[in-house]
Structure formats: C-alpha cells, structure tokens
Nanobody
Framework: QVQLVESGGGLVQAGGSLRLSCVAS????????MAWYRQAPGKQRDLVAT???????TYTDSKKGRFNISRDDAKNTVYLQMNRLKAEDAAVYYC???????????????WGKGTLVTVSS
C-alpha cells in the first residue's frame, strides 16, 4: 500500500504564499501522475494541478500563473507553491498519486487526508 501525507497548510493573508508538500511512502515500485485537488466547504473536490512522471505540469485555468506544481522523485514528494492567494483559494488541499506497488501490478490511485489552507482578507 501507499500512504500520502500532506503538510504546509495554514493561515495566510490574502496576497500571501504557501508551499504544500506531499510525501508518498510504503511499498512503492513506481509513481506516475501526481496531483493536487482542493475542496471548499459545501463544494465538490476539484483538480488544481497535475504533474506527470516526465515532469510536465498542467493547471486548471484559474491557477495558471499563481500556482506551481513540482515533484522530487528521489523523495517521492510533490509540491504545490501557491502565490498571490485569494479568499476563494481557501480549502482542504489533497494530494493524489497513481502508483504501482510491484513490477507486474497495475497503477492504482491513492489519496492523502488533506491539509487545510485558510486565507484571511
């Protein structure tokens, strides 16, 4: 199994920055796509950004230019640098990875438990 632990959330003023981290651990043979999602109270969980195993990143339109996703495969870690934060960015942020736990197994999707980001205006 694969465990994901997010960190880096907290309270920040509007216009400020935060860097989220997510470390994957366990019996990992390969990690494919890594992603960040977020869920605000009363809303569905939405995709924020994805980075594939080649390091190519994609963002939902509203995050482009403000958010940056990166990964460190040596540390099994994905990051989300968030700049110029707005009140509407407040949410629980979850990381997700597709990983393989053996050479012959298929990719499965794993989720972390989330880290809370609060933006004060």
């Amino acid at each position: 199994q694969v465990q994901l632990v997010e960190s880096g959330g907290g309270l920040v003023q509007a216009g400020g920055s935060l860097r989220l981290s997510c470390v994957a651990s366990g019996n990992i043979f390969f990690i494919g796509d890594m992603a960040w999602y977020r869920q605000a109270p009363g809303k569905q969980r939405d995709l924020v950004a994805t980075i594939n195993s080649r390091g190519t990143a994609t963002y939902t339109d509203s995050k482009k230019g403000r958010f940056n996703i990166s990964r460190d495969d040596a540390k099994n870690t994905v990051y989300l640098q968030m700049n110029r934060l707005k009140a509407e960015d407040a949410a629980v942020y979850y990381c997700s990875v597709f990983a393989r736990v053996s050479e012959v197994g298929g990719l499965a999707k794993y989720w972390g438990k989330g880290t809370l980001v609060t933006v004060s205006s």
